[in-house]
C-alpha cells in the first residue's frame, strides 16, 4: 500500500466515523471501503512494488548506456527512490526475522 493509499483510507475512515452535523451526503458519494489485508499481503503489495521500481530504475539505466535518457536527473532521482526503498524493505525484513526470532524464543 502507497502512502497515497494508506491517507486516503485513513481519511475515509475518518469521514465515516465523523458525527453527522445535518447536512444531506445523500449526493455525495460514498468512499469505497477498503479490504482487511493479510500482514502477508501487505509484505507481498510492498515487495511488488519495490520490484516494479527496480525494473524501471533498470530500463532507465540501460536507456541511460544507450544514450537514450531525456532527462539525466530524473533518471538519477529514480535511481535514488528506488535505492532507498529497497533499504527500507532491507530493513523492515530484519526487523520483521528479529520479531520472529523473539517469539521463538519465548517460553509457554
Not at 544514450?67 to 530524473?74: D, I, R, T, V, Y
Amino acid at each position: 500500500m502507497s502512502g497515497v493509499d494508506a491517507i486516503t483510507a485513513a481519511a475515509s475512515a475518518s469521514i465515516s466515523q465523523a458525527p453527522s452535523i445535518g447536512i444531506d451526503t445523500g449526493a455525495i458519494a460514498a468512499p469505497a471501503s477498503v479490504p482487511s489485508a493479510s500482514f502477508g499481503q501487505f509484505v507481498g503489495e510492498g515487495m511488488a512494488q519495490v520490484n516494479q521500481a527496480l525494473l524501471a530504475s533498470q530500463s532507465d539505466l540501460q536507456s541511460l548506456a544507450l544514450g537514450n535518457a531525456q532527462n539525466l536527473h530524473q533518471v538519477m532521482m529514480r535511481l535514488e527512490e528506488t535505492r532507498l526503498s529497497f533499504q527500507l524493505m532491507m530493513q523492515v525484513r530484519s526487523r520483521v526475522l528479529e520479531a520472529y526470532q523473539d517469539v521463538m524464543k519465548m517460553q509457554v
